[in-house]
């Protein structure tokens, strides 16, 4: 069975510094995963994905994210958090490889990011 | 622009009244799904639907219902069954396996 692990509630940096948010996952087979991104009152963007390519992989505003299979981890990362960066983050997973397998969402990462 | 539209976007709900939340698509799409999603809280799963005129209950899916007529909507109802209504509810939909194209949400509260 699938499952993921946000390891973070909350994570606050100052502005300029580096972002990290942690994922882990279970899954029986190869995943898929994504991180995707919500700002409030929003829908979610997608921001990045893993589809079994290259594991470092990059997504939009600066943002990528590293599969290591023995960890079972698809941390994202940032250099340097931008104010308009503060969003809840979401990492999801997904067995299949059709548009009709369900996906499992983790519980969220709230970013702040201090002036 | 393809994409998803949710409608509308805060609606209030009376106790005992049935509501409907509107979702349309013109990504072709064939896949389409529909999330809960409460304060702290990840997405939760309500409905979803692979094609038209059929749909799955998702984990959530007691005191709500749904309908598939059309490829481009699918909208949801949340009956006065569901005893706990106000939420933030999301519509997404799905082509490829690399995830999914999401609405901008309608916020239902209870007054």
């Known amino acids: 069975a699938q499952s993921v692990t946000q390891l973070d509630s909350h994570v606050s940096v100052s502005e300029g510094t580096p972002v990290l948010l942690r994922c882990n996952y279970s899954?029986?087979?190869?995943?898929?995963l994504f991180w995707y991104v919500q700002h409030p009152n929003k829908g979610l963007q997608l921001l990045l994905k893993?589809?079994?390519?290259?594991?470092l992989v990059k997504g939009i505003n600066g943002f990528e994210a590293e599969f290591k299979k023995s960890e079972t981890s698809f941390h994202l990362t940032k250099p340097s958090a931008h104010m308009s960066d503060a969003a809840e983050y979401f990492c999801?997973?997904?067995?299949?490889?059709?548009?009709?397998?369900?996906?499992?969402f983790g519980p969220g990462t709230s970013l702040s990011v201090i002036p | 622009d393809g994409g998803i539209t949710q409608s509308p976007k805060y609606l209030f709900r009376k106790e005992g009244q049935n509501v409907t939340l509107s979702c349309e698509q013109n990504?072709?799409?064939?896949?389409m799904y529909w999330y809960r999603q409460d304060p702290g809280q990840g997405l939760r799963l309500i409905y979803y639907?692979?094609?038209?005129?059929?749909?799955q209950k998702g984990d959530i899916a007691e005191g709500y219902s749904v309908s598939r007529e059309k490829k481009e909507s699918f909208p949801l109802t949340v009956t006065s069954a569901q005893k706990n209504p106000t939420a933030f509810y999301l519509c997404?939909?799905?082509?490829?396996?690399?995830?999914?194209?999401f609405g901008s949400g309608t916020r239902l509260t209870v007054v």
């Open positions: 639907s692979q094609i038209v005129n059929d749909f």
């Open positions: 899954s029986s087979y190869s995943p898929s």
């Open positions: 999801v997973v997904s067995d299949g490889r059709t548009s009709y397998d369900k996906v499992i």
């Open positions: 990504l072709n799409h064939d896949a």
């Open positions: 997404a939909s799905r082509d490829s396996p690399y995830g999914y194209t």
């Open positions: 893993y589809t079994s390519a290259a594991t």
